[in-house]
């Protein structure tokens, strides 16, 4: 990449098309031999099986997966261990990864949208354990949890992508990231109890992930991991766009909490890309917030539930992960005020983003606990309080630790935060509606409505949908791939009147052609 | 140890009998509502977890990932 210097770039940010991948972690219970990839397979061949049964009544052929791509050979699903990878008509990639079923949410166009969607890879994993029973000998059950850690130093990831300017150096993200990832586990904190992988001993953290990283920027996400990322796949136009590709949050259950994680992440995202931190530091601001010793700086954060913990700046000063977030966001509210927020969800929802961010940081200083029914850690930590409270229970009780893992169980009956749902406790952004309906359709305002919208009108026509192209089979001509290197092209708004009048997908790709 | 709680759990009952003790010298009624409400709700919560705590978590373990 060709270095231009900061401040030259007259940058424009670029919206900040989002989406998230999660892996979930995975039981097989009641079998001799629990092979986690096998539980992976089943929950989504069974998935993807029952809905075709429910969904497609004119396929006929068995080898082709009828929501999108790439099942290889036809043998029944009872034995099919190898790599499953669907695409589903809501835009969404439904596949084993490793030793982990993993959803990727279809790219939203703003924290709200992405809410709803990674909302609605839950009720899938949900659907799909129903169906894996039909696979399962009696007495068996798959089991998914949303979380990020088995307690016993083994970790798997949550993923965040944001699109990302290709001009922005590289070196300005890592500069304005690092102290970012340290310090917003404030509020993206899943909650865990105690730590692992040679972290201090402590009672409870706010993160699942914190004590995994291990490095300050790389290319790792399974040892030696890092804060910052370096993974450079950009799914779109390379020349235009970086995909950056953030491990270091954890898998969110409140929606809330996701809503924050995103949203926050974009409006800061789109300040570098407009060289703000550098604008701003020209009127007597900081230049960045750079942390002396970011690795261990995520841990002093994570371990410190009172949130009064400090790290050291480069410059010097001390400040807790509270006090740079309110930096963040006072120069965020500039930013609104003088660029808007048009790249980052507009006033809707980018202004909500601060609003809430305001408050959530306001009560972090006052009293965290009054945020039970909008952050993860805090949900999870007064559930704790309350049973330690009533059995008399220690630290390093083993129900504390059933009652963390619990917290993520995605099973509705079984699951705690959808208890705390249930009785009220825990505020939602969506309609269980919305999320339903994100199950099976597409987000209307990216490349994901065309993707889906094939897979929904011709699944025997996809041969195979990725993220950046669809390949069509439209009968006697050779295959036609349809490139989509615009994330953004490809909307409901885009393409409604295609769909509406190509009744074939020769059809479809004629009209594209013209 | 959890098999241990498991025998000092309270029965839903028994809460109830004592809370209704409580609020004759409680200064809040308010309080005592909330306080009833999670009490109910931890007591659900009790009936869904799963069995054998100690095991039970011994035995989730997750390898390979990301």
Redesign the interface.
């Given at each position: 990449m060709v270095v231009v210097l900061a401040g030259n770039l007259g940058g424009m940010a670029v919206p900040k098309v989002c989406g998230i991948e999660t892996?979930y972690?995975?039981?097989l219970r009641g079998a001799a031999d629990a092979n986690?990839v096998l539980a992976s397979s089943m929950l989504i061949n069974g998935y993807v099986e029952h809905h075709r049964v429910g969904w497609d009544f004119d396929d006929e052929s068995p080898d082709r997966d009828a929501r999108g791509m790439v099942r290889e050979g036809a043998q029944p699903p009872e034995i099919e261990t190898h790599l499953v990878n669907t695409v589903l008509t809501n835009g969404a990639r439904y596949y084993v990864?490793?030793?982990?079923p993993e959803y990727s949410t279809p790219e939203c166009a703003d924290a709200l949208e992405l809410v709803v969607a990674d909302k609605a890879g839950e009720r899938v994993l949900g659907r799909s354990m129903q169906a894996a029973r039909r696979l399962l000998e009696p007495g068996q059950e798959v089991v998914v949890?949303k979380n990020n850690?088995?307690?016993?130093g083994?970790?798997?990831?949550t993923?965040e992508n944001y699109l990302v300017d290709r001009a922005v150096p590289f070196a300005s993200l890592v500069r304005h990231l690092l102290p970012w990832f340290v310090t917003r586990q404030v509020f993206t904190g899943a909650g865990k109890v105690g730590s692992e992988n040679g972290a201090a001993p402590v009672d409870f953290q706010l993160s699942q992930r914190a004590d995994f990283f291990e490095e300050e920027v790389g290319l790792e996400?399974?040892l030696k991991r890092p804060i910052v990322n370096t993974r450079d796949e950009p799914h779109a136009d390379p020349q235009l766009y970086r995909r950056l590709h953030v491990?270091a949050g954890d898998a969110n259950l409140c929606e809330v909490a996701t809503y924050l994680k995103v949203g926050t992440m974009a409006i800061v995202l789109a300040m570098i890309e407009d060289d703000f931190f550098e604008a701003a530091a020209g009127q007597g601001g900081r230049k960045d917030y750079s942390i002396v010793g970011p690795v261990p700086a995520m841990r002093t954060v994570s371990h410190d539930p009172t949130c009064k913990a400090t790290v050291e700046l480069a410059d010097g000063a001390r400040m807790t992960a509270v006090e740079v977030q309110w930096e963040y966001l006072r120069l965020a509210q500039k930013y609104a005020d003088e660029t808007g927020l048009a790249m980052c969800g507009g006033e809707t929802v980018g202004g909500d983003v601060l609003a809430r961010w305001e408050h959530v940081l306001g009560e972090l200083e006052r009293d965290p606990s009054t945020l039970s029914g909008q952050l993860d850690w805090v949900a999870k930590r007064s559930?704790l309080d309350?049973?330690a409270g009533?059995?008399?229970?220690e630290w390093g009780?083993?129900?504390l630790?059933?009652?963390d893992?619990?917290y993520h169980d995605v099973r509705a009956?079984?699951s705690?935060y959808e208890?705390?749902v249930r009785?009220g406790?825990v505020e939602r952004l969506t309609t269980e509606d919305e999320v339903m309906t994100a199950t099976t359709e597409a987000p209307e305002s990216t490349r994901a409505w065309f993707r889906g919208g094939c897979l929904a009108r011709w699944p025997d026509a996809v041969v195979a949908a990725n993220w950046d192209s669809i390949i069509l089979d439209v009968g006697g001509d050779p295959l036609k791939r349809i490139p989509m290197m615009e994330p953004l092209r490809g909307s409901k708004a885009h393409v409604e009147d295609l769909f509406a009048t190509a009744t074939t997908p020769a059809e479809l790709v004629a009209r594209l052609a013209s | 140890?959890?098999e241990q709680?498991r025998r000092?759990?309270r029965t839903p009952k028994e809460r109830v009998d004592e809370e209704a003790d409580e609020v004759t010298a409680a200064p809040s009624e308010r309080g005592e509502k909330l306080k009833g409400?999670?009490?109910d709700?931890?007591d659900?919560?009790d009936e869904?977890?799963?069995e054998n705590?100690?095991d039970?978590?011994k035995?989730?373990?997750?390898?390979?990932?990301?």
């Open positions: 892996e972690g995975v039981v986690p990864d490793h030793a982990h949890y850690s088995d307690g016993k083994n970790s798997y990831g993923h996400t399974t491990i559930l309350a049973f009533r059995d008399g229970l009780d083993p129900k630790a059933l009652l893992l619990q009956e079984r705690l208890r705390l009785t406790k | 140890m959890p709680q000092e759990r409400e999670l009490d709700l931890l659900e919560i869904v977890l799963e705590a100690e039970f978590v035995s989730y373990v997750q390898k390979g990932g990301e």
